[in-house]
């Protein structure tokens, strides 16, 4: 499958304990200087700080850095707001904005702060028209918009983003719904595996022939402009190892144990460790295998852009020079 650039990108995460200036600072400076094309920040009430702002301290700290939102939850900013802070951001950091935006997930999140959390259609088909309006304020001249969601008049958007026509805007999800809004709305389309209600990782999702449906879903939306989108992946394990399959086996063993740091994983007893090894959510083995490894990934499945936990952004360095120019 052909795209406008190939280049392997790899990114990482600002961590919910990187409540500090000077701790954004020094994370996003650490990862310009190993590499790293983009730092990301999420959307939950309990990380310490919002996510735009805490991009804008990144931004002033690096001068390459892309700063990614990972992912905004729709429900919790009308497009309206959300498209002037975003646009800001962008001539703030002289066009280095990338928008991941989603329908929203943890229901619990919800409950606390009081906000209908709506059905999965209908947080859906509200983001599809975020991203219509936001598109449609970046633009030159008043926008009108008239949704079953939303409603604008004649609205001048102001300021216009750096970037023209607009910063990319990613969408993920692993649901056909959430993929083929995707496809037809967003630049660039995240990978991930299914949760269940609780916030459990479905490790099912992890087995590598289980994207080519999520990768059709998304054709489906995208139709011609299918070559055109980037696609993008989740990083859950990075092992430096000689013996993959052990380490992957291990990894195993402390899911079942629920000893990871990070996730809760549903796991069936028919995912093996070499599910892991070859699945585009890890890199387990050695410098020059986890290399080929990638290159596999992007072109077997089209994967360019690999998020990686903040935890592990030495330990692939070196695979990151590796690959840059490749």
Same mark, same amino acid.
């Given at each position: 499958?052909?795209?406008?650039?190939?280049?392997?990108?790899?990114?990482?995460?600002?961590?919910?304990?990187?409540?500090?200036?000077?701790?954004?600072?020094? +994370?996003? *400076?650490?990862? &310009?200087?190993?590499?790293?094309?983009?730092? #990301? $920040?999420?959307?939950?009430? =309990?990380?310490?700080?919002?996510?735009?702002?805490?991009?804008?301290?990144?931004?002033?700290?690096?001068?390459?850095?892309?700063?990614?939102?990972?992912?905004?939850?729709?429900?919790?900013?009308?497009?309206?707001?959300?498209?002037?802070?975003?646009?800001?951001?962008?001539?703030?950091?002289?066009?280095?904005?990338?928008?991941?935006?989603?329908?929203?997930?943890?229901?619990?999140?919800?409950?606390?702060?009081?906000?209908? +959390?709506? *059905?999965?259609? &209908?947080?859906?088909?509200?983001?599809?028209? #975020? $991203?219509?309006?936001?598109? =449609?304020?970046?633009?030159?001249?008043?926008?009108?918009?008239?949704?079953?969601?939303?409603?604008?008049?004649?609205?001048?958007?102001?300021?216009?983003?750096?970037?023209?026509?607009?910063?990319?805007?990613?969408?993920?999800?692993?649901?056909?719904v959430i993929l083929k809004l995707a496809g037809r709305l967003a630049d660039a389309v995240?990978?991930?595996?299914?949760?269940?209600?609780?916030?459990?990782?479905?490790?099912?999702?992890?087995?590598?022939?289980?994207?080519?449906?999520?990768?059709?879903?998304?054709?489906?939306?995208?139709?011609?402009?299918?070559?055109?989108?980037e696609f993008s992946a989740w990083m859950y394990g990075v092992i430096c190892t000689d013996?993959?399959?052990?380490?992957?086996?291990?990894?195993?063993?402390?899911?079942?144990?629920?000893?990871?740091?990070?996730?809760?994983?549903?796991?069936?007893?028919?995912?093996?460790?070499?599910?892991?090894?070859?699945?585009?959510?890890?890199?387990?083995?050695?410098?020059?295998?986890?290399?080929?490894?990638?290159?596999?990934?992007?072109?077997?499945?089209?994967?360019?852009?690999?998020?990686?936990?903040?935890?592990?952004?030495?330990?692939?360095?070196?695979?990151?020079?590796?690959?840059?120019?490749?």
């Amino acid at each position: 499958m052909e795209r406008r650039d190939r280049t392997i990108r790899f990114g990482t995460m600002l961590e919910p304990k990187m409540s500090s200036r000077a701790s954004i600072r020094d +994370f996003a *400076r650490r990862a &310009e200087d190993l590499g790293y094309s983009h730092i #990301a $920040v999420g959307d939950h009430f =309990g990380e310490s700080i919002a996510p735009l702002i805490a991009l804008m301290t990144a931004g002033e700290a690096t001068s390459s850095l892309r700063l990614a939102t990972l992912v905004l939850d729709n429900d919790f900013r009308h497009p309206v707001v959300l498209a002037k802070e975003a646009a800001s951001v962008d001539v703030m950091t002289g066009g280095r904005l990338e928008i991941g935006m989603g329908a929203g997930w943890l229901q619990g999140e919800y409950q606390q702060a009081g906000i209908e +959390f709506s *059905r999965p259609g &209908e947080r859906i088909a509200r983001l599809g028209e #975020a $991203v219509e309006v936001i598109t =449609g304020l970046f633009g030159d001249g008043p926008f009108s918009y008239a949704g079953r969601y939303y409603s604008i008049d004649g609205l001048d958007g102001s300021p216009k983003p750096a970037q023209r026509p607009r910063p990319p805007i990613q969408i993920g999800g692993a649901s056909p719904v959430i993929l083929k809004l995707a496809g037809r709305l967003a630049d660039a389309v995240n990978l991930v595996p299914r949760t269940d209600a609780t916030g459990a990782v479905e490790a099912i999702d992890f087995v590598a022939e289980n994207l080519d449906e999520k990768l059709s879903w998304v054709r489906d939306g995208a139709g011609a402009r299918f070559g055109d989108l980037e696609f993008s992946a989740w990083m859950y394990g990075v092992i430096c190892t000689d013996r993959p399959v052990a380490a992957a086996e291990e990894l195993l063993r402390s899911w079942a144990a629920g000893k990871d740091p990070a996730w809760t994983f549903n796991v069936p007893p028919t995912l093996t460790a070499r599910d892991l090894v070859e699945s585009p959510f890890f890199a387990i083995g050695t410098p020059d295998s986890m290399a080929d490894h990638f290159s596999e990934m992007r072109e077997r499945f089209g994967i360019t852009s690999f998020q990686v936990p903040p935890a592990d952004i030495d330990a692939l360095s070196v695979v990151l020079n590796q690959l840059s120019d490749a």
